[in-house]
C-alpha cells in the first residue's frame, strides 16, 4: 500500500476536526511532550511530562491531570468483601479478618491443632509429615508417603594410572594425590573442594646457541641447529648436480652386480663394476585361450607373463608361437559405463544384425537429455492416453471400412481410450446422433467387445463451421461486405459504393475522363482539366476584352466571362465576381467596381498577362499599399495606380469567416469568428489554426496539441531536490502556484513545508532526515 510521508507538521483545527483511524494501527507514535501541563485542557487529553524525576504520563478527566502509571487517584473507595471488614479514619483505611481458620490433615502432611479464630494477630499452624518409616541420612520419602533408601545408590568408582593395578574406590575409602619430582599437590576446603596440581620442577627453558624451542611452558620442543657448511658435488664437466653437508650425509650406491666398499683406515671409497656378459632372450607366446608371454633367455630361466582375458569382456587367444589375439566376449558385460565415440561423416554406428537383436536394461528415469535412449516403457508411458488412428466407418451401419463393425451387434469391437475413427459414410452413430462425412470420435472410454455405446465417445463434428458459401453482389448500404450468418450456410455479398458516407467497392462505368461522384455515380466534372495556351487582353475604343485560350485544371488566370462565379490567380486570390467591365479611359487607369476574394494578398501576387495590342508582355499586380489601401497597378500605365472601389466578402461556403469591413474606401479584410457556428465540444487536437510566425515571417497552421504543449510548458516547472531547504526558481512569475512533492523511488507523496519566497521562487524544507532516495518537485501556476 502507498505511503503519504508527511515532512511537516499537521495543525488540526479545533470544532470536530479529528482524525479518524477506522481500526487501523497508529504505528510507533510520540505523546506531546511538555515540561509543564498544557494550558486550557480537554476531557481526554494526554501529554508525557520531560522534567527529570516525573517522566510520566498524564491523561485529563475533565477536573484534573491524572498520572497513569497507577500512582494517581485511581481508587475512589473501599468496601469490604467474604471475611474482609474494611475501616476508614480520615484518609487511613484498615482492613481486617472476620472468617474462621481451621486445619484437617492432608495426603502427607497433618495440622494439629483446633479451629482457630482471631482478629487481629498472627496465627500459627504447625504441620509435620505423616509418613511412615524412619527417616536418616540415607533415606528418602518415596511417592507412597514412606521413608525409604532408594534402589541403586553409589557402590564404588575405578582409580587408574598408567602402571599399576585399577582400584575401585568403595564409599568411604579415601584417595590421596601425592606429589612427586617436579610435581606438588594441594587441597582447598571450599564449594566445591580444590585439589590443585602444581609445576614445582623446571619452571621455563630459554634457547641457547644453535638451539630453538616451541614454548617456554607445557609440551615444548627443542630443535639443534648445527653450525654447518655445504659441499657442492658436480659431474665431469663441471656442472653441479647437488650439495651435502655436515647434517646430510654423502651416500654411495651400485646396481646391476656393481659394488662400493668403504676403506675406514686410509679414508677411501672403491667402486668395482659388475661383470659384463652378453644374454641372448627370445620373446615367445603359448597357445589356446589366456595365453603366456614366455621371456626365454640362452642361458637361465625362462620369466613368463600371463595374459589373461575378463570372462565378462574381453578374450585373448594364443596362436603359434608369435600371435595373440584380444577379442570382445560373446557376451559382453560392462559393470560401469560404455562411451562410444563415433564419426558420423564415416558411419560409425553401433548396429544391431540379426533382426532379433535389442537393447535391454534401459532405465526409464534417468531419460533427461534429447540424446538418450529410450525404452518401451517410456514410449508406452508418453503415449498412454494420447490418440490411435483406427480407420473409417459408416456412421449408419458402423461397419468399420477395414472390417469390422464399430457401433452394430454383439460383435461389435472392444475400444480403449484414445481409439480415434472418421466418419467415411454419413449415417446415424449408435441411432442417435447424425454424423457427416469428415466427423470424427474418439473414445473416452475402454469398452469390451460389444459393451461400447454412445457414451464412451466425445463427438468431433467437422461440418460446425461453414458448409457452403454463396456469392452475390449488390449496393452498398453501410458495409462493403456483409454475411447472412456466421456458420453454417454462408452467403457473402460484396456492394458497390453507392454514395455519402457508405463504403463498397469501386462500381463499374468509369473512364479515361470521368470521376467517381460522391453520388456514386461516374461524371465528368464541369473543369475537365487541360492547358492554358494564352490570354489575350485587348482594347476596343472604351472597351477592354480579356480572351482565354485553352483550359487548365489550376489555371494562373482564368476568367470565364463577365459574371463568373469563380476564378483564380496562383490558387491564392479568388475574384468572385465582375458584373461588369467599365469603359478604359486612357490616362485615368482600370477601374473594378466589385472585387471579391478570399484571403489576404501580399505585393508578391501577380499574374503575367499578353496584351494583343502591343508586342510587350503586361503585368498586372493586385496590392496593398502602406495605407492598407487594395490598389491594382494598371499595365499600360505603370505610374497611374488606382485604388479599388468595392470590395465584398465571399460566399462561397469554402471561404466562411471572411469579413470585410468597409466595402469602399479604407477596406479591412480578416476573420470573422463570431460570425461562425460554435464547435460545441472540445477540439480535436489535430484541428487547426493560423498562427503567423514571426522567425519565418510567415503564416503557418498550429494544431490545438501545439499551444496545449506550449501553454503547459510555460505554466509549469519540475525539478528534483536532494536537501531541504534550497531555493528552487520556477521562473512562472506570479504567487498563485501550486506545488507537488513526491518520492522520486517509490513515487509516493510528500507533504512537507513550502514558502513562497518570491513570484519566481519558492522554499522547501521539512523536519526529520531528508529522504535517500530524493524528491521531485512539481510546480504549477494557476490563471
Known amino acids: 500500500m502507498a505511503e503519504i510521508n508527511y515532512y511537516a507538521g499537521i495543525n488540526m483545527i479545533p470544532n470536530g476536526n479529528d482524525i479518524l483511524m477506522n481500526q487501523n494501527e497508529l504505528q510507533l507514535p510520540v505523546i506531546d511532550n511538555e515540561s509543564t501541563a498544557p494550558s486550557s485542557p480537554v476531557q481526554g487529553q494526554m501529554y508525557f511530562d520531560t522534567t527529570a524525576g516525573d517522566k510520566t504520563m498524564y491523561f485529563y478527566n475533565g477536573t484534573a491531570w491524572i498520572e497513569m502509571d497507577g500512582s494517581g487517584s485511581g481508587v475512589a473507595t473501599i468496601v469490604g468483601g467474604d471475611g474482609i471488614d474494611a475501616t476508614a479514619a480520615g484518609t487511613e483505611v484498615t482492613l481486617d479478618s472476620t472468617a474462621s481458620l481451621s486445619t484437617s490433615p492432608g495426603s502427607f502432611v497433618d495440622f494439629t491443632g483446633s479451629t482457630l479464630t482471631a482478629a487481629t494477630g498472627a496465627i500459627a499452624i504447625t504441620g509435620d509429615l505423616s509418613a511412615t518409616g524412619t527417616p536418616s541420612g540415607t533415606n528418602f520419602l518415596r511417592g507412597d508417603n514412606v521413608w525409604a533408601t532408594p534402589a541403586g545408590s553409589y557402590t564404588s568408582w575405578s582409580l587408574e594410572g598408567d602402571t599399576g593395578p585399577a582400584t575401585d574406590i568403595t564409599d568411604g575409602s579415601r584417595v590421596d594425590f601425592t606429589g612427586g619430582t617436579g610435581i606438588g599437590t594441594a587441597v582447598t576446603a571450599a564449594t566445591p573442594n580444590l585439589l590443585t596440581i602444581t609445576n614445582t620442577g623446571v619452571t621455563s627453558i630459554v634457547a641457547g646457541s644453535n638451539i630453538s624451542i616451541s614454548a617456554a611452558t607445557g609440551a615444548v620442543t627443542i630443535t639443534g641447529t648445527a653450525n654447518t657448511t655445504s659441499l657442492g658435488i658436480a659431474d665431469s664437466g663441471g656442472t653441479e648436480k647437488f650439495t651435502v653437508t655436515d647434517t646430510v650425509d654423502l651416500q654411495f650406491a651400485a646396481a646391476g652386480g656393481a659394488s662400493v666398499a668403504f676403506d675406514n683406515t686410509n679414508k677411501r671409497v672403491t667402486y668395482t663394476a659388475p661383470s659384463n656378459t652378453n644374454t641372448e632372450y627370445n620373446l615367445l607366446t603359448t597357445n589356446g585361450s589366456n595365453p603366456d608371454l614366455v621371456l626365454d633367455p640362452t642361458t637361465g630361466t625362462d620369466a613368463i607373463v600371463n595374459v589373461n582375458g575378463i570372462s565378462t569382456t574381453v578374450k585373448v587367444t594364443g596362436s603359434g608361437t608369435n600371435t595373440l589375439e584380444f577379442d570382445l566376449v560373446d557376451d559382453v558385460t560392462i559393470a560401469a559405463s560404455l562411451s562410444v565415440t563415433t564419426d558420423l561423416s564415416v558411419g560409425d554406428d553401433i548396429a544391431l544384425t540379426g533382426g532379433t537383436s535389442k537393447i535391454t536394461g534401459l532405465v526409464t528415469n534417468q531419460i533427461t537429455n534429447d540424446t538418450d535412449a529410450a525404452n518401451k516403457k517410456y514410449v508406452d508411458d508418453l503415449v498412454a492416453g494420447g490418440l490411435t488412428f483406427k480407420d473409417g466407418f459408416n456412421a449408419g451401419t458402423g461397419a468399420i471400412d477395414g472390417g469390422g463393425n464399430l457401433t452394430t451387434g454383439a460383435s461389435r469391437v472392444a475400444v480403449s481410450v484414445g481409439d480415434y475413427y472418421v466418419v467415411t459414410t454419413a449415417g446415424s452413430f449408435y441411432g442417435s446422433v447424425a454424423l457427416d462425412i469428415g466427423d470424427s470420435v474418439i473414445a473416452k472410454e475402454d469398452a469390451a467387445e460389444g459393451a461400447s455405446d454412445v457414451n464412451d465417445w466425445v463427438i468431433i463434428q467437422g461440418d460446425e463451421g461453414v458448409v457452403s458459401i454463396g456469392l452475390t453482389t449488390g449496393a452498398s448500404t453501410g458495409a462493403p461486405l456483409t454475411a447472412n450468418a456466421t456458420s453454417g450456410a454462408i452467403t457473402l455479398t460484396s456492394r458497390s459504393y453507392a454514395g455519402a458516407s457508405n463504403a463498397g467497392y469501386v462500381p463499374v462505368g468509369g473512364s479515361g475522363s470521368t470521376f467517381l461522384r460522391g453520388d456514386g455515380t461516374w461524371v465528368t466534372p464541369d473543369n ?256
Open 528 to 783: 475537365s482539366g487541360g492547358t492554358i495556351t494564352s490570354i489575350d487582353i485587348t482594347e476596343t475604343g472604351d472597351a477592354l476584352t480579356i480572351t482565354e485560350t485553352g483550359t487548365a485544371t489550376d489555371p494562373d488566370f482564368n476568367i470565364a466571362g463577365a459574371g463568373a462565379s469563380t476564378q483564380y490567380i496562383n490558387g491564392e486570390l479568388n475574384l468572385v465576381t465582375f458584373p461588369n467591365i467599365p469603359a478604359y479611359t486612357a490616362g485615368t487607369g482600370l477601374t473594378l467596381n466589385t472585387l471579391e476574394f478570399d484571403v489576404n494578398v501580399d505585393g508578391t501576387n501577380s499574374v503575367a498577362a499578353n496584351n494583343s495590342s502591343s508586342t510587350a508582355s503586361r503585368t498586372y499586380k493586385v496590392q496593398v499599399d502602406s495605407g492598407d489601401n487594395l490598389v491594382v497597378n494598371v499595365p499600360w500605365a505603370d505610374t497611374n495606380t488606382q485604388n479599388v472601389t468595392s470590395v465584398n466578402a465571399a460566399a462561397d461556403a469554402d471561404l466562411l469567416g471572411i469579413e470585410v469591413s468597409p466595402t469602399t474606401g479604407v477596406v479591412k479584410v480578416g476573420l470573422d469568428i463570431i460570425g461562425q457556428t460554435n464547435l460545441g465540444s472540445a477540439p480535436a487536437t489535430d484541428d487547426e489554426l493560423i498562427i503567423y510566425d514571426t522567425s519565418a515571417a510567415t503564416n503557418k497552421a498550429v494544431t490545438i496539441a501545439n499551444l496545449a504543449s506550449a501553454v503547459q510548458g510555460n505554466n509549469g516547472y519540475a525539478e528534483t531536490i536532494t536537501a531541504w531547504g534550497g531555493t528552487i526558481t520556477h521562473g512562472l512569475g506570479s504567487f498563485d502556484v501550486t506545488v507537488q512533492l513526491y518520492d522520486d523511488t517509490s513515487k509516493e507523496t510528500i507533504y512537507a513545508e513550502i514558502d513562497r519566497t518570491g513570484t519566481n521562487t519558492i522554499v522547501v524544507d521539512g523536519n526529520g532526515t531528508f529522504p535517500s532516495t530524493n524528491v521531485r518537485v512539481l510546480v504549477s501556476k494557476v490563471s
